[in-house]
């Protein structure tokens, strides 16, 4: 009865936080098991009293201020400057641009909001189809979630209660042969569609480009290299990145004024709850699946189809990108993982790292895929071209991921080789 009306719920649109929170409490009543009542309100709240959540609203503040502090211009102007003159350039700069978005934002739909604005325009300027430009910077959206920062990784870190920090570490393998698959898939295109020739920079043009792109580059390393360096945790890194963009939107570019401040720090605590508050109504439906042994039987199930762990890392990428068709990342994340998470590191001994690389990376391909897809239907919406365009163009690069996705699968050594 509670898994037809989570369905239900579901169908008819009633928000995800709100679905887990009332099958959890259904759950106790079918059941008659009403002693858990006095557990409901603690466990709700149980959901939110971990350190490493502390680093979601931060990361969404930096995310904020680069955007009012006009980083994220100079960086594709930088990204020009390295890729220089050749076919197709623009389309490689908007791709560029994605990944040192990416190491910043840490958010798909946060970075095709931002880039849509910057790179869309300026590739239809040089006489790229609206349509095609739009679907390379929703590609470039995939890399948020992967190079760190990630939220995802918080979550998942949080959920999985291992280090945030090695996560972050882990995913920089993975981000970087992401990144060179779609680069490989824009060489295609370019070929195939004949894409425009950037326009070719004179020196000064290059050395000034670069010149003011170094200060936007001071915030993902003071993230990365701050985690790295040990000299911080995942929360405090992302504190200093935040008054990184302040400072170099402030002094540098002279762009940020301290009335944006507020507004940013409005919509960060708004962006924020909604995503706090989907983690503590989940908590409640773990509490629930782990009531009822739901790990256990998972585990004997799948480990009768097989014992190899490959095998069983491949059921779970099929399994999770029928998922996230239907579910966001975040919600599918906090559901899944409790219950397969076990699974992977008892009985197949799989690293808790390799197994998370593997979750987060196919649940960000449902953003882009139908029929919930929000960072899909965000591009649409921002663009006016039809969401079903949009998928049909992405195609090659969701094939370029699964592709690595397999690799990473076959080669965990490519996730743990630097942790």
Same mark, same amino acid.
């Given at each position: 009865?509670?898994?037809?009306?989570?369905?239900v719920?579901?169908?008819?649109? #009633?928000?995800?936080?709100f679905?887990?929170?009332?099958?959890?409490?259904?759950?106790i009543?079918?059941? $008659?098991?009403?002693?858990?009542?006095d557990?409901?309100?603690?466990?709700?709240?149980?959901?939110?009293?971990?350190?490493?959540?502390?680093?979601?609203?931060?990361?969404?503040?930096? $995310?904020?201020?680069?955007?009012? $502090?006009?980083?994220? %211009?100079?960086l594709?102007?930088?990204?020009?400057?390295?890729?220089?003159?050749?076919?197709?350039?623009?389309?490689?700069?908007?791709?560029?641009?994605?990944?040192?978005?990416?190491?910043?934002?840490?958010?798909t739909?946060?970075?095709?909001t931002?880039?849509?604005?910057?790179?869309?325009?300026?590739?239809?300027?040089?006489?790229?189809?609206?349509?095609?430009?739009?679907?390379?910077?929703?590609?470039?959206?995939?890399?948020?979630?992967?190079?760190?920062?990630?939220?995802m990784?918080?979550?998942?870190?949080v959920?999985?209660?291992?280090s945030?920090?090695?996560?972050? =570490?882990?995913?920089?393998?993975?981000?970087?042969?992401?990144?060179l698959?779609?680069?490989a #898939?824009? $060489?295609?295109?370019?070929?195939?569609?004949?894409?425009?020739? @950037?326009?070719?920079?004179?020196?000064?043009?290059?050395?000034?480009?670069?010149?003011?792109?170094?200060?936007? #580059?001071? =915030?993902?390393?003071?993230?990365?290299?701050?985690?790295?360096?040990?000299?911080?945790?995942? @929360?405090?890194?992302?504190?200093?990145?935040? #008054?990184?963009?302040?400072?170099?939107?402030?002094?540098?570019?002279?762009?940020?004024?301290?009335?944006?401040?507020?507004?940013?720090?409005? %919509?960060?605590?708004?962006?924020? *709850?909604?995503?706090?508050?989907?983690?503590?109504?989940?908590?409640?439906?773990?509490?629930?699946?782990?009531?009822?042994?739901?790990?256990?039987l998972?585990?004997?199930?799948?480990?009768?189809?097989?014992?190899?762990?490959?095998?069983?890392?491949?059921?779970?990428?099929?399994?999770?990108?029928?998922?996230?068709?239907?579910?966001?990342?975040?919600?599918?994340?906090?559901?899944?993982?409790?219950?397969?998470?076990?699974?992977?590191?008892?009985?197949?001994?799989?690293?808790?790292?390799?197994?998370?690389? =593997?979750?987060?990376?196919?649940?960000?391909?449902?953003?882009?895929?139908?029929?919930?897809?929000?960072?899909?239907? @965000?591009?649409? *919406?921002?663009?006016?071209? %039809?969401?079903?365009?949009?998928?049909?163009?992405?195609?090659?690069?969701?094939a370029?991921?699964?592709?690595?996705?397999?690799?990473?699968?076959?080669?965990?050594?490519?996730?743990?080789?630097?942790?």
């Amino acid at each position: 009865m509670v898994a037809g009306l989570f369905v239900v719920l579901l169908v008819i649109g #009633v928000p995800v936080a709100f679905v887990l929170a009332i099958s959890a409490l259904i759950y106790i009543f079918s059941t $008659g098991n009403t002693v858990l009542l006095d557990s409901y309100p603690q466990q709700f709240f149980g959901g939110l009293e971990n350190y490493g959540l502390l680093a979601l609203p931060l990361f969404i503040l930096v $995310g904020e201020c680069m955007n009012e $502090g006009g980083i994220a %211009r100079r960086l594709m102007n930088m990204a020009t400057a390295l890729i220089g003159s050749i076919k197709g350039g623009l389309a490689y700069v908007n791709l560029l641009s994605n990944m040192m978005m990416a190491s910043i934002l840490g958010s798909t739909v946060a970075q095709i909001t931002i880039m849509s604005r910057i790179a869309v325009p300026e590739m239809e300027r040089v006489g790229y189809r609206r349509d095609t430009a739009v679907a390379i910077t929703a590609a470039g959206g995939l890399l948020a979630p992967i190079i760190p920062p990630s939220m995802m990784f918080v979550i998942f870190g949080v959920i999985a209660q291992i280090s945030i920090g090695d996560l972050f =570490i882990a995913g920089i393998v993975p981000g970087i042969l992401l990144g060179l698959a779609f680069f490989a #898939v824009l $060489g295609w295109m370019a070929r195939r569609h004949d894409f425009p020739t @950037t326009e070719k920079l004179t020196f000064p043009q290059r050395l000034k480009a670069m010149r003011d792109g170094a200060a936007a #580059v001071l =915030i993902p390393l003071t993230i990365v290299g701050s985690i790295l360096g040990g000299l911080a945790t995942p @929360t405090e890194a992302a504190a200093l990145a935040c #008054v990184a963009a302040i400072l170099v939107g402030r002094l540098v570019y002279r762009e940020f004024d301290l009335r944006m401040l507020w507004p940013a720090l409005l %919509r960060t605590a708004r962006n924020s *709850a909604i995503v706090l508050f989907l983690i503590a109504a989940a908590n409640l439906f773990s509490w629930v699946i782990t009531f009822e042994n739901l790990p256990a039987l998972a585990a004997a199930w799948i480990s009768s189809l097989s014992d190899s762990p490959a095998t069983f890392l491949v059921l779970v990428m099929l399994m999770l990108l029928l998922v996230g068709m239907i579910l966001d990342p975040i919600p599918a994340l906090i559901l899944v993982v409790p219950v397969l998470l076990p699974v992977a590191t008892d009985v197949y001994a799989i690293s808790p790292f390799h197994f998370g690389m =593997i979750v987060c990376l196919t649940l960000v391909m449902g953003l882009l895929t139908p029929p919930v897809g929000s960072a899909l239907f @965000t591009a649409s *919406a921002l663009s006016g071209v %039809r969401a079903e365009r949009i998928a049909v163009l992405l195609l090659p690069y969701l094939a370029a991921m699964l592709m690595v996705l397999l690799l990473l699968i076959y080669v965990p050594s490519l996730v743990t080789v630097l942790i």
